[in-house]
């Protein structure tokens, strides 16, 4: 994130949106955009971009994003779909940028080849049609060869089965929900995931139980009927049940949670904890984040966190660390942040939508360190809290595990005394505290990131040590950091 002008935060694009001024410069009207017409506005003063199809004017937007106006000139006058996808996905850019709607894109006319072209054209077709007739059917083969499920009632159960043949199945990879008689069972297969999604035919009990054969890849799920009557069917098949498709065309799936917990951290870092429904089976994994929405003014949005344990256990066997019914947030409140203020205003009680997880980080790359370092700068501490948890417990491997934790002020140092008591408990852990802006008092670093003060923390304790290194804050911090 950049500095954004006074004046041109999130609250007051929305304002804006709202004003009925013409943010689109056509006067209500929505045009078809050809290439050629989409490639003239590619300056500061006139920016179009296209996204999935459709074409905004994203001239009065400039000053409002988040990411400054050099991110948004990287699509000007050209299809940012890809770009758009890489950085927030996540985003609701239609309800955001729905007054800035300047129309659709035109379809491409082809123009028909002739003599040898065509000749050539027609090998092309029949290559890509082979190719494409390839790639089909080792889809169709993964799917029905490894993909399948079937169903079968008690007089009080059901129980949907799913095959996936998949010998390292595990609690992560399966999410359920079950709300207003809407069954969704999803498995993660790496970047894929195969979907049941069914209407049931009757109601059923909120609680549900899910159970996983790993070492054959079965998954049961089991539902409680509300009335003890025979079903003739299970339901009816939604849009996406019994596909296997990538996770990025899935899209995002949201349920209600409720706040049941909201504690001080810092001055201005608040814990929450949300109680997923009975109906939900979810288990976060490491390294990955979760996306809240809300709808604030009328407009949907949407911010990613980093769920962490409830404190930082000196013992992480703990088996109350691992309560799959809660997830808990560790979020900065920001004096001019529109959404973090309006999570600090959440009463005990309210809900809040919460996304399924999302995330890159490979636990078998964390697997094979000898020594970890972790770079953290304020709330960028968040993701390092599962990853202590995983590598002190499960990694055999590994020697030593520094975190180097940047701040401004003692005072902004979150869960000092329970990473302190850590360092103490377990010998392979050692933390730094580096602040910006210390009083006379601090004993410790101070400054910011700089490769001379990692040269300090940063070392190898032998030549020819795995180490991986894993950074996380603000985005100068992180860009600095890398570099």
């Known amino acids: 994130q950049v500095p954004l002008k006074p004046g041109r ?18 006067k209500g009207r929505l045009i078809e955009v050809t290439e050629d017409e989409l490639a003239k506005h590619n300056k500061k003063e006139d920016c179009w971009i296209c996204i999935r199809g459709f074409v905004y004017n994203v001239t009065p937007y400039m000053e409002y994003h988040p990411g400054g106006e050099d991110e948004l000139m990287k699509a000007a006058g050209t299809d940012g779909t890809d770009l758009f996808d890489q950085v927030h996905r996540w985003v609701n850019y239609e309800s955001m940028l729905k007054e800035c709607l300047v129309g659709r894109m035109a379809v491409k006319p082809i123009a028909a080849p002739k003599g040898e072209d065509f000749k050539n054209e027609i090998i092309s077709i029949m290559l890509y049609s082979i190719y494409i007739y390839i790639s089909f059917s080792l ?31 595990n609690e992560e990879l399966v999410i359920v929900d079950c709300q207003d008689k809407r069954l969704r069972g999803e498995i993660i297969v790496d970047d894929h995931s195969y979907l049941v999604e069914i209407d049931l035919d009757h109601e059923v009990q909120e609680d549900l139980a899910v159970n996983i054969a790993e070492k054959v890849g079965k998954v049961e799920i089991i539902l409680k009927k509300k009335d003890n009557i025979h079903w003739k069917k299970l339901g009816h098949p939604l849009e996406g049940h019994n596909t296997f498709i990538k996770l990025t065309d ?6 209600k949670c409720k706040l049941v917990a909201k504690t001080e951290v810092t001055h201005d870092t608040r814990l929450f904890c949300f109680l997923l429904p009975k109906s939900t089976h979810l288990r976060i994994p490491t390294g990955q984040h979760v996306y809240l929405k809300q709808i604030i003014a009328g407009t949907e949005i949407v911010k990613p966190y980093t769920p962490v344990w409830p404190s930082l256990p000196l013992d992480f066997k703990d088996p109350s660390c691992h309560d799959g019914a809660r997830i808990y947030l560790m979020i900065k409140i920001y004096s001019c942040g529109l959404f973090t203020q309006a999570l600090d ?26 020594e970890l370092f972790l770079l953290a700068a304020g709330t960028g501490f968040t993701p390092m809290v599962k990853l202590l948890n995983f590598t002190l417990t499960e990694v055999s491997c590994l020697r ?19 990473l302190e008591q850590l360092a103490l408990r377990d010998e392979r ?6 602040l910006s802006q210390p009083t006379k008092d601090w004993l410790g670093k101070q400054g910011k990131i700089s490769s001379s003060l990692l040269s300090e923390f940063v070392k190898r304790s032998r030549k020819d040590s795995k180490v991986l290194i894993c950074i996380c804050g603000p985005t100068p911090f992180t860009e600095q950091g890398v570099q």
Do not use: C
């Open 345 to 370: 205003h959440l009463q005990i009680g309210d809900y809040i939508s919460v996304s399924n997880p999302e995330g890159n980080l490979k636990k078998s790359k964390v697997q094979m360190a000898e």
């Open 429 to 434: 852990f050692e933390v730094q505290f580096v």
């Open 400 to 418: 030593e595990v520094k975190l180097i934790f940047f701040n401004k002020t003692e005072d902004d140092i979150l869960w000092r005394n329970q």
């Open 9 to 26: 935060s999130l609250m007051d694009w929305i304002r804006l949106t709202k004003s009925g001024k013409d943010l689109t410069g056509l």
């Open 250 to 255: 899935r899209g995002l799936f949201y349920r």
């Open 139 to 169: 889809l169709y083969f993964l799917y029905f060869v490894f993909y399948s499920y079937d169903w079968f009632q008690t007089d009080s159960m059901i129980t949907i089965i799913i095959y996936t043949k998949q010998k390292d199945m």
